[in-house]
């Protein structure tokens, strides 16, 4: 059977949510019992997002190969099980690169390389080898917005897709926008004509129309949208903003949207089974009580730096069917002991739970640190995670240890006790260049630990990392003496994963980033347990407060 290709386009404006479209298409698929794959092409320079800044790109998600790429990705292995790697991820600059290294081999013999054919086969090969891993249907997506100069190779690719493998193997759905104009107290689809129009220009007729919008899509505006767009009725479809992401799927499937696009890539398969994201979504509308986190990071301005951890939380506490209060803290915002502002702990107080995540550089560690003091000497359930476990060990350091000048050297070179280092430091290697732990690697749990009972017991794991330095294990006895413990660790004992302290609510600490593997319907087990305890703080924190009110309410008597 040939390879069949569903393509995703943005037009209008960015952000409108290409990712989560092409996704929800995914677990549609899937759950008609069809094997899908999903790529993101991504038009810029850089060759990943490794290097590009949090606040310009969101989050850098990683796969379990080591990939650093689109945070797009994430949505896909959120709503799908396509087995993705650094071949899902496309850049410009990944792109050139390969052709450059090509043209300096002699790879082309001396011809003239050029954008076309060149550069689009380039693009092409990367489709056909992400479709050859089985799956039935391969969904790429095309970042950027149709009319950018920089997405035009990648626009020129598909467009050449079609030609080579035919209408009944590959479907073009474009995301619009349909603005509501209060002035006019109406819809207008001007814009989502001017945008299938601009697709057309390049020789791409969209088969689907995904228009975004505040309101609901009247019979009138779909019928005006399908007949200057020159689509079906039917392949009009509404995309209205709604308040949980996992309810896209369900609302995709209302519009018929797997009906389509098997009817158009001539598919045939079972009808779909919706009933666990039905339950799922259920339980995110109807919650039982909240429970409110601190997430206290150095990116905190765009929330998208921090997108799978926002999923993570949120998994974890439709688990326990809560709702989620997120409250976004700069860490910087902890640090100052002037007169004029308020202190850490006030800022603090009020929480179920506290939350450290990953980040680099020094800004914001001392507001860091003045949050894990707080949460481990007010019994406040903290979870850190990367930087957030290295920050956890430099404060057990200096304020249980008596370490003051304990510090990583990524803040401090010259510190006096580095309790967070680079390994190699002490190798005599002086240049790391680029290079991190990236990628899954295996961890072994020590038993009756905190993190032995959130896995279920298991002694083994595997989870995904991206960090650059690593718990001192010459601090090792000091700290576990004046009782820290460490209940994870590489098979070979070179690094440490996992720290927590016995007898609080729960405190723990995990270089890796757990949050790249919760899924909506399989909650990532720390993330749950996290909440679990947050929750068990706030029904005691309104115990002891009732407790208090019914005391002080029998002395006024």
Avoid at 496 to 507: A, K, N, R, S
Wanted: aromatic letters at 8%; proline letters at 4%; one cysteine or more.
């Amino acid at each position: 059977m040939s390879a069949k290709y569903v393509f995703v386009t943005g037009g209008v404006v960015s952000s409108l949510g290409k990712g989560l479209a092409a996704a929800s298409i995914g677990c549609l698929l899937e759950s008609r019992g069809l094997r899908v794959n999903l790529m993101k092409f991504d038009p810029y320079l850089n060759v990943d997002p490794g290097t590009m800044s949090p606040f310009q790109h969101g989050e850098v998600f990683v796969t379990d190969d080591g990939a650093e790429t689109d945070l797009d990705l994430g949505h896909y292995e959120r709503f799908t099980h396509a087995p993705l790697s650094r071949d899902n991820n496309y850049t410009t600059g990944r792109i050139y690169e390969q052709i450059i290294l090509k043209e300096r081999r002699g790879d082309y013999l001396g011809k003239t390389v050029q954008v076309i054919p060149h550069v689009t086969n380039e693009i092409k090969n990367a489709m056909r080898k992400v479709a050859a891993n089985g799956a039935d249907v391969t969904i790429v997506e095309i970042g950027g917005t149709v009319g950018d100069i920089e997405s035009l190779p990648f626009l020129e690719a598909i467009r050449q897709m079609r030609q080579e493998l035919g209408r009944e193997n590959t479907t073009f759905v474009h995301l619009t926008l349909v603005p509501w104009i209060a002035a006019a107290q109406e819809l207008k689809t001007k814009p989502t004509q001017h945008s299938v129009k601009e697709l057309l220009s390049i020789g791409i007729q969209a088969d689907v129309l995904l228009c975004r919008s505040e309101r609901p899509l009247g019979r009138e505006i779909k019928q005006k949208i399908a007949a200057f767009c020159n689509v079906e009725e039917k392949a009009v479809i509404g995309a209205k903003t709604v308040s949980s992401v996992y309810e896209v799927p369900l609302c995709f499937a209302q519009e018929g949207v797997d009906e389509l696009i098997l009817r158009y890539l001539h598919r045939e398969a079972p009808e779909a089974d919706l009933s666990k994201w039905k339950d799922l979504v259920e339980r995110c509308y109807n919650p039982k009580d909240e429970v409110s986190i601190a997430i206290v990071g150095k990116y905190v301005e765009y929330e998208d730096s921090y997108k799978s951890l926002k999923e993570a939380l949120a998994h974890g506490a439709i688990s326990q069917n809560l709702k989620l209060k997120l409250t976004w803290i700069e860490a910087e915002g902890l640090e100052s002991e002037s007169a004029a502002d308020q202190s850490y702990e006030t800022q603090l107080e009020g929480f179920d739970g506290i939350l450290v995540p990953g980040g680099f550089g020094k800004r914001g560690i001392e507001g860091m640190l003045n949050a894990i003091r707080y949460a481990r000497e007010k019994q406040v359930p903290y979870f850190g995670i990367c930087l957030g476990m290295q920050a956890a060990c430099i404060e057990f350091a200096r304020n249980v240890c008596g370490l003051k000048n304990a510090n990583s050297s990524e803040f401090d070179p010259a510190a006096e006790h580095r309790v967070i280092y680079k390994l190699r430091e002490l190798l005599g290697v002086e240049e790391m260049g680029g290079t991190m732990r990236l990628g899954a690697w295996t961890c072994i749990l020590q038993g009756d630990t905190l993190a032995s009972r959130a896995y279920g017991g298991a002694t083994e794991i595997s989870e995904r990392h991206r960090h650059r330095y690593e718990f001192n294990r010459e601090y090792e006895a000091l700290m576990t003496g004046a009782g820290l413990r460490i209940s994870g660790a590489t098979p070979d004992q070179t690094y440490v994963e996992i720290v927590e302290i016995p007898g609080h609510p729960f405190f723990l600490g995990c270089q890796f980033h757990p949050e790249f593997k919760s899924r909506p319907l399989e909650p990532h087990p720390l993330f749950r347990e996290f909440v679990a305890a947050s929750y068990q703080h706030r029904k005691q924190r309104s115990a002891e407060q009732m407790k208090a009110a019914r005391a002080a309410y029998q002395q006024v008597q």
